[in-house]
């Protein structure tokens, strides 16, 4: 019988989870395999983050230090689970360093990877080097400037491009990603703060600031940042004689053709499941539903359960998710181990 929660995945979700399961009372072993702690906030150099617009690396750095500072959690980065045997109340894990950890229940908060670009030439990335991404973005406004990676210069006119991996069964992405929408309406403010003379432009299908976000993002960039929103079909992107990116497709408000030409084309990319999770799947025996991310047991009564009795699964790792949430459900998540490990004591001591 083990008193600790092994937390796998040290993003916000997997963070929250540790915290969590420390607060209440029991030992926490948070396994990353990357080198830092933070997940794709910090690896991918997010800005400011929605909702609440503080930067990532101030929001997250203190939900790392807050584990890192704790004593009842044991920190192993740089680090995967390798095997995983036994029961509720009982389990082994044997780490890639050689470790094992015994726990009594398992969190796993092993999130997602961003859709890659390559995979939508048509639209130009990887073909012309001023067609960026959005958290390519993200890292421009982190360093306080918006320029043209081809030469350095401030962009006149910018695209932003939704659903660049969402919604797409052509590509086989048949989901919608959530918070693209809401991100992109965010990072053309930011574009507009860092940059005023810069149009910023959105091409969409449909705009999906769901919740609350409508008013704050959608409505906040249209009226008082000025951001032009298309409604569009995109072909794809070229290049005019002059050098400059042309968007290429169809108005389908107006149902006519359009060519606009930019600066700056920037892709709105999705949420793909992490590249792992077969691998993830077999260590843990587990499920993965049809899209390829971790299978939760069922809904209602056994929220943030997986397949397998004593492992539980937070945020982004079940789908595309926002960090608000995938906090909140690793916090779930990490009552529901603690609930599990209590419950597997009690029967032993009756």
């Given at each position: 019988?083990?008193?600790t929660v092994l937390?796998?995945?040290?993003?916000?979700?997997?963070?929250?989870a540790a915290?969590a399961?420390?607060?209440?009372?029991k030992k926490v072993?948070l396994?990353?395999?990357?080198d830092?702690?933070?997940g794709?906030p910090?690896?991918?150099?997010y800005?400011?983050l929605v909702?609440?617009?503080?930067?990532a690396?101030?929001?997250i750095g203190?939900m790392?230090?807050?584990v890192?500072d704790d004593?009842?959690?044991t920190v192993?980065t740089?680090?995967?689970?390798?095997?995983?045997?036994?029961?509720?109340?009982?389990?082994?894990?044997k780490l890639s360093n050689?470790?094992?950890?015994?726990?009594?229940?398992?969190v796993?908060g092993?999130?997602?990877?961003?859709?890659?670009?390559?995979?939508?030439?048509?639209w130009?990335?990887?073909?012309?080097e001023?067609v960026?991404t959005t958290t390519q973005?993200?890292?421009?406004?982190?360093r306080?400037e918006?320029?043209c990676?081809s030469?350095?210069?401030?962009?006149?006119?910018v695209?932003?491009?939704?659903?660049?991996?969402?919604?797409?069964?052509?590509?086989?992405?048949?989901?919608c990603s959530k918070?693209?929408?809401?991100?992109?309406?965010?990072?053309a403010?930011?574009i507009?703060?860092l940059?005023p003379?810069?149009d910023?432009?959105?091409?969409?299908?449909?705009?999906?600031?769901?919740?609350?976000y409508?008013d704050k993002f959608?409505?906040?960039?249209q009226?008082?940042?000025?951001?032009?929103?298309v409604k569009?079909r995109?072909?794809?992107?070229?290049?005019?004689?002059?050098?400059r990116?042309l968007?290429k497709?169809e108005?389908?408000?107006?149902?006519?053709?359009?060519i606009i030409p930019f600066d700056?084309?920037?892709?709105?990319?999705g949420?793909d499941?992490?590249d792992?999770?077969?691998e993830i799947?077999k260590t843990?025996g587990?499920?993965?539903?049809q899209?390829g991310?971790?299978?939760?047991?069922e809904?209602?009564t056994?929220?943030?359960g997986?397949t397998r009795?004593?492992v539980f699964?937070?945020?982004?790792?079940t789908?595309p998710n926002d960090?608000?949430?995938?906090?909140?459900e690793?916090q779930?998540?990490?009552?529901?181990?603690?609930?599990t490990i209590?419950?597997?004591a009690?029967?032993k001591?009756?």
């Amino acid at each position: 019988m083990s008193d600790t929660v092994l937390v796998v995945g040290g993003g916000p979700a997997g963070l929250a989870a540790a915290h969590a399961a420390s607060t209440a009372g029991k030992k926490v072993a948070l396994v990353e395999k990357e080198d830092i702690l933070g997940g794709a906030p910090i690896l991918s150099g997010y800005a400011k983050l929605v909702p609440s617009g503080e930067w990532a690396k101030d929001a997250i750095g203190r939900m790392v230090k807050r584990v890192e500072d704790d004593s009842n959690v044991t920190v192993y980065t740089s680090t995967m689970v390798e095997q995983f045997d036994g029961e509720p109340g009982s389990f082994t894990a044997k780490l890639s360093n050689g470790d094992s950890v015994d726990a009594g229940a398992v969190v796993l908060g092993t999130g997602f990877t961003h859709f890659d670009s390559i995979n939508k030439p048509e639209w130009g990335f990887g073909m012309y080097e001023d067609v960026v991404t959005t958290t390519q973005v993200e890292q421009m406004v982190g360093r306080g400037e918006v320029k043209c990676p081809s030469d350095g210069r401030v962009p006149e006119r910018v695209a932003i491009l939704l659903c660049v991996g969402s919604r797409d069964r052509q590509i086989g992405r048949e989901w919608c990603s959530k918070i693209c929408c809401t991100v992109s309406c965010n990072l053309a403010m930011e574009i507009k703060e860092l940059s005023p003379e810069t149009d910023v432009y959105i091409y969409y299908m449909d705009i999906r600031t769901f919740g609350l976000y409508e008013d704050k993002f959608y409505w906040k960039s249209q009226e008082e940042f000025k951001t032009k929103f298309v409604k569009a079909r995109i072909a794809e992107v070229t290049t005019s004689e002059d050098g400059r990116l042309l968007v290429k497709g169809e108005d389908t408000l107006v149902k006519r053709p359009i060519i606009i030409p930019f600066d700056m084309v920037v892709h709105a990319i999705g949420m793909d499941p992490q590249d792992d999770n077969p691998e993830i799947s077999k260590t843990f025996g587990i499920g993965l539903e049809q899209h390829g991310y971790i299978a939760r047991a069922e809904m209602y009564t056994n929220t943030q359960g997986t397949t397998r009795e004593g492992v539980f699964v937070a945020g982004a790792a079940t789908g595309p998710n926002d960090i608000d949430s995938s906090v909140a459900e690793g916090q779930s998540a990490a009552l529901r181990a603690v609930a599990t490990i209590n419950g597997v004591a009690e029967k032993k001591a009756s």
